[in-house]
């Protein structure tokens, strides 16, 4: 106990391992469970030893699976579900059988403004200068606030670093014959993507710039529709850090992204065909500022400071004109910050505040749709306060508990406790259980409320509904795991989460016969009780710096408190397993993922399905010098794909297979 608490003393980041188990780390390369992680307890810990279940994509999983952009970072996380969004060329994170609307995405901690409905667009967040992503399941409201009913997705990126280095990486890919020109050697798909950072011990600085491209998916190139949308995105940011010295760093940064999208689709209306598109383009300004104080001290302060803006503008078109010309722009702001210091031997207390403002904006045709006020908004107040006690050598308990008073919905109290018990603790040998308990909620936002999702194309449009309540709900979580000398490992969760007040859409008869044109119209409401639950395993081996294989497999099962049925789109079976081995040259390694999914509810009511599938990609790496790496991939190689006949009952994946290849130019690492 004694290794334990000097280091909670010390640092105050918090219990992390005893000696023993850290001297054997040292005699082996670091590996998966040695990796730091901090969104769990809001400090930093061993993946191994954090009282919080958390999912860790490290920066070497990005760089062997050849990851462009955050959706393809977490396609290997055990069970997150990445759902493609309807009507856009984006993809959303689904956790435990919770909608994504009810997971929150963070970078470095601060929350990002959706970019369709009330849903982060992973795809569009390239990956620059990632340090890892953590993954952490399960009502996180009192850690993060509203909108963590189903976990968090937390992105951390690296600080600049001294000297004078840089990158640049670039691939190219076929569809082959679902190439939109017909053409099969086509480079129908390609990014590329740099970082130049310099500076010193005291003031360093790094620019970054990404472009991914698309023409699109097309297996009939011959016709007018395309299920496969063609997209360009634009990442620029830059980033500077400043130490003065060992216990202060200030950072800012300034990040803008653009987005310009086109779909193509045909409307059948008998006896007219009607050949349609859909240009979109958004744009995301994101300003931050941070101070982290107190490195080396017992007393830690830190503070953040965010303020995004994100427009969202589209147009529709036909062979006679355009029409629907409509544009949003959506702002938020954050201040937060926090306290941490050590009391006693064995407690760890941890504070602060947060103070959020959105507002939204929305007209059609120069026209505002909001209303009789062109501009919402609303605020928030919040504070929050944790404590990591050890009572004994071996139980450890986390409980806290976070205040909000909403400009719009008043009070809220969310109250959390995760614990981790050490069953077993040698120098080879590591078995513990760990359990939690934590309420979450989410206030409706000002899209839910007020905005309109015009998809008339696709036949239906969502309006907001003003007078919406905030959804609650309880998590539970209760599972164990095992490890030999840090190398061999198995875990296993049980979960649980009920939720009320689920804000869900349904048809508005009176709004559809109004419009009269077969458009039908649906709104928000409150209607719906929920409840998810399951059993989640992972496991994994590394036998040597050169091998790992990791294996994850969830069962979901939910149910509708309405009908009893179960829920729409969530898969009961889901499965990964990966493997990362060396080849005979000198440098050379590779890549499998196997990815599976069982059927899904298309509509539980009367019991259609959509198909399971299996998907599995293979990437190929050669490490040619310390300057240059060249990579090589195919992805989907089982070529699953749904069948385009029936698209509104079948979800399997829009892409076939894809074959790439690339490299990457570096200098001063």
């Known amino acids: 106990m004694y290794s334990r608490i000097s280091h909670l ?20 390369p670091a590996g998966y469970l040695d990796e730091l992680v901090v969104t769990g307890t809001r400090s930093e810990r061993q993946l191994l030893d954090t009282p919080v279940r958390t999912e860790v994509v490290a920066a070497e999983e990005l760089e062997k ?6 959706k393809e970072a977490l396609e290997n996380v055990p069970g997150l579900q990445l759902r493609e969004i309807h009507g856009k060329p984006g993809y959303e994170v689904w956790l435990q059988g919770i909608e994504s609307e009810r997971v929150l995405v963070l970078i470095d901690g601060l929350p990002m403004t959706a970019t369709t409905g009330s849903t982060v667009d992973v795809s569009q967040l390239a ?35 001294s000297g004078l280095s840089g990158q640049f990486t670039t691939d190219a890919g076929t569809y ?18 740099a970082t130049v950072q310099g500076g010193s011990e005291q003031l360093a600085l790094r620019l970054s710039a990404s472009h991914q491209h698309s023409d699109g998916i097309d297996p009939e190139p011959k016709t007018w529709a395309r299920p496969g949308d063609e997209y360009d995105r634009t990442d620029l940011s830059f980033r500077t850090d400043w130490s003065p010295n060992g216990n202060h760093r200030l950072s800012a940064a300034v990040a803008r992204f653009e987005e310009e999208s086109g779909s193509r689709f045909t409307e059948r209306n008998p006896p007219f065909v009607i050949n349609q598109g859909k240009d979109e383009t958004v744009t995301r300004t994101r300003y931050t500022l941070s101070g982290d104080h107190g490195r080396n001290s017992d007393l830690r302060a830190g503070w953040s400071a965010v303020h995004e803006i994100l427009n969202d503008d589209t147009l529709k078109y036909t062979g006679s004109g355009v029409f629907d010309d409509r544009r ?15 009391i006693g031997l064995s407690h760890h207390l941890q504070g602060g505040v947060d103070f959020n403002r959105e507002t939204l904006e929305q007209t059609k045709d120069g026209a505002s749709e909001l209303g009789a006020e062109p501009r919402r908004q609303r605020g928030s107040q919040e504070a929050w306060v944790q404590d990591t006690w050890m009572p004994t050598e071996h139980l450890e308990l986390v409980p806290g508990v976070r205040f909000q008073n909403d400009s719009d919905f008043g009070t809220h109290t969310a109250p959390k406790i995760n614990a981790r018990y050490d069953l077993v603790r040698t120098d080879s040998l590591t078995g513990f259980l760990r359990a939690g308990v934590g309420a979450g909620y989410r206030v409706p936002n000002l899209k839910e409320r007020y905005f309109t999702f015009d998809h008339s194309q696709l036949g239906y449009i969502v309006q907001g509904t003003p ?38 859409t349904s048809p508005d008869t009176e709004a559809t016969q109004a419009r009269n044109d077969g458009v039908q119209v649906f709104s928000y409401e409150n209607i719906a009780e929920a409840r998810t639950w399951g059993l989640e395993t992972t496991a994994g081996w590394e036998p040597s710096e050169h091998w790992r294989l990791t294996a994850g497999y969830t069962l979901t099962r939910t149910e509708d408190g309405a009908t009893g049925n179960e829920l729409n789109r969530r898969p009961r079976h889901q499965a990964r397993l990966g493997l990362d081995g060396p080849l005979g040259l000198a440098g050379l390694s590779w890549s499998a993922r196997l ?4 059927e899904e509810f298309v509509d539980a009511a009367v019991g259609t399905e959509s198909p399971g599938y299996t998907t599995a990609d293979l990437k190929l790496n050669y490490r040619f010098s310390g300057q240059l790496r060249l990579f090589a991939g195919a992805d989907n190689i089982t070529d699953e794909q749904r069948d385009f006949s029936n698209a509104s009952e079948d979800f399997r994946p829009v892409a076939g297979r894809f074959l790439y290849a690339g490299l990457t130019v570096s200098f001063g690492e």
Not at 473 to 498: C, H, I, K, P, T
């Open 9 to 28: 003393s010390l640092s105050c980041a918090s219990l992390i391992a005893m000696v023993s188990t850290a001297t054997l780390a040292d005699s082996r």
């Open 65 to 70: 699976t050849h990851a462009r952009n955050l």
């Open 127 to 161: 990956v620059l200068d990632i340090e890892r992503v953590e993954v952490v399941k399960g009502a996180v409201s009192a850690q993060y606030g509203s909108s963590g009913i189903g976990g968090v997705v937390n992105v951390i990126t690296r600080p600049p670093a």
């Open 176 to 193: 082959g014959d679902q190439n939109p020109s017909g053409d099969e050697a086509d480079p129908a798909r390609y990014s590329a993507r």
């Open 328 to 342: 949003a722009e959506s702002t938020l702001s954050r201040f937060s910050a926090h306290l941490g210091k050590p």
């Open 467 to 504: 007078d919406l309540q905030p959804e609650e709900s309880v998590s539970y979580q209760f599972g164990g795991g095992l490890s030999w000398n840090r190398s061999a490992w198995l875990e296993a969760n049980a979960f649980l989460n009920d939720i009320e007040q689920l804000i869900q």
């Open 595 to 598: 990815r599976y999914q069982s």
